[in-house]
């Protein structure tokens, strides 16, 4: 029996950071050794808020440090197909015929669109990025993905990818699995800043690639109880970011509810707490950054995995393609154009 194929991956737009660790990569890298996995590199996607010729430009660096962060959160490169959604045509291909699957209304109803819309500046919402999910199902079902792990912001897009491909299958015959959502089950880490998610954009972030340096730098100056003006003030625990963080990064649960008894009765300074802090995350991180030295020691390997990789995907993507022409009848109906187009010739031959 073939092993299930799971399909997951990030728009190239920067280093990741600790909050795309705890909502999606710490589920791949549990789920890669179960799956075979393709990992997909974005770029088409990154067009709907970020096309300009500098942010284009930037694809091949970005997609690298992507790769490179991926493999030192713990992906093993030999389970793992690395891919850039750009560089196969026949993505393209797949979304033309399947975007006629999907109305206009449903796909307004997808929560997330109007949120990345927002985040990015626009005012009104680009014909692609209202698409989003439809070419998000091309990615899916072009390599026939049978599972998707997904954060909570993708969750819609998946289920719009399920009903295409059950409507498609109930038209034109059974072509491609419905995929299986798993959604990551750990919550979304908010920004150092304490404003939302931890995102790039807003620079609220900790990369996966700081040095012990900047990670000092960052939780020393990260957002805490606002009212807790001294050290002998009690404090508010719930919603206070350096405990977030501590919750999640820290293993040491004794020391954290220690942490938090003394916070607040006030008897804890928030230099002591985000030391502790430091420490906990310089921990979690030290395992990464031995892996990515040993990554960037092998000169050329992350740039052949993306190149191998994305060959290997368009064979795979090409074999789907012709499936699904000949499922829909479209290459019969070029057959008896072309079959009509010959008896003419021969025809008007003859006659001479």
């Known amino acids: ?32 050794q179960r799956y075979e996995s393709f990992f997909i590199i974005a770029d088409l996607h990154m067009l709907t808020t970020r096309n300009s010729r500098e ?31 750009s ?53 899916i079902l072009c390599v026939k993905g049978r599972v998707v792990p997904v954060g909570k912001d993708n969750a819609a897009h998946v289920e719009v990818t399920r009903e295409i491909a059950r409507r498609f299958n109930h038209l034109y015959g059974e072509v491609f699995p419905v995929p299986e959502l798993i959604p990551a089950e750990t919550p979304t880490l908010v920004g150092t800043d304490g404003q939302g998610k931890m995102s790039k954009s807003r620079g609220n972030s900790i990369l996966l690639s700081d040095d ?50 003394r916070y607040r009765a006030g008897r804890v300074g928030d230099v002591e707490v985000k030391e502790q802090l ?10 990464i950054r ?23 995907t368009r064979r795979e993507v090409h074999q789907t393609l012709v499936e699904v022409r000949r499922a829909m009848g479209l290459t019969g109906a070029y057959q008896q154009l072309r079959r009509r187009a010959e008896r003419a010739r021969r025809t008007a031959a003859t006659a001479v």
């Open 55 to 85: 942010d284009v430009g930037r694809v091949s660096g970005n997609a690298r440090d992507m790769v490179t962060d991926i493999l030192s959160a713990g992906v093993d490169p030999a389970r793992a197909t690395f891919y850039l959604q």
């Open 290 to 312: 031995e892996r990515r030295a040993e990554i960037e020691a092998d000169r050329g390997l992350v740039d052949q995995l993306i190149v191998d990789g994305t060959e290997r």
């Open 87 to 139: 560089a196969i045509p026949e993505v393209g291909d797949l979304n033309t015929l399947l975007q006629n699957l999907v109305t206009v209304p449903r796909l307004e109803r997808v929560p997330s669109l109007k949120d990345m819309a927002r985040d990015a500046g626009k005012e009104e919402m680009p014909y692609g990025l209202l698409g989003y999910p439809v070419l998000q199902a091309a990615d």
């Open 1 to 32: 029996m073939s092993v299930a194929r799971m399909l997951t991956g990030d728009r190239p737009t920067g280093r990741l950071h600790l909050g795309h660790y705890v909502g999606s990569i710490a589920n791949r890298v549990r789920l890669h």
């Open 212 to 261: 012990p340096a900047a990670v000092r730098r960052k939780v020393m100056s990260m957002y805490t109880d606002p009212n807790r003006v001294r050290a002998d003030v009690p404090g508010t625990v719930e919603g206070n970011p350096v405990f977030a963080y501590h919750d999640v990064f820290n293993p040491d649960r004794a020391r954290v509810d220690e942490l938090k008894q």
């Open 278 to 287: 430091v420490a906990a995350v310089n921990r979690f991180l030290d395992p």
